[in-house]
């Protein structure tokens, strides 16, 4: 089973901006689509943002223009770059890789914006 390291969840007023990262093993990364997902209190796992390998990125409609979600090849990282957050940005953060193989799944990292 692939492990997937997240950091750089937190607590941050409306406004400000946190990084998270994901680390994964080479033989997972360098095939994989990444993505960042995200699940409030009360409410569904939604797709935050994805990359592809070929580096095409989707992005939910609620963080176009505020979030970019970046990749690392040399240091098997994926990044989620959150600007401009928003008290509706709370949510556990999950970091995805997906390939025809495998779907693996981050442990989830905890992002707070206080208003």
């Known amino acids: 089973q692939e492990q997937l390291v997240e950091s750089g969840g937190g607590l941050v007023q409306a406004g400000g901006s946190l990084r998270l990262s994901c680390a994964a093993s080479?033989?997972?990364?360098?095939?994989?689509?990444m993505g960042w997902y995200r699940q409030a209190p009360g409410k569904q796992h939604k797709l935050v943002a994805a990359?592809?390998?070929?580096?095409?990125?989707n992005y939910a409609d609620s963080v176009k223009g505020r979030f970019t979600i970046s990749r690392d090849n040399a240091k098997n990282t994926v990044y989620l770059q959150m600007n401009s957050l928003k008290p509706e940005d709370t949510a556990v953060y999950y970091c995805?890789?997906?390939?025809?193989?495998?779907?693996?799944w981050g442990q989830g990292t905890q992002v707070t914006v206080s208003s």
């Open positions: 990359l592809a390998t070929g580096g095409s990125t």
């Open positions: 080479r033989r997972v990364f360098s095939i994989s689509a």
């Open positions: 995805n890789a997906f390939s025809g193989r495998w779907n693996y």
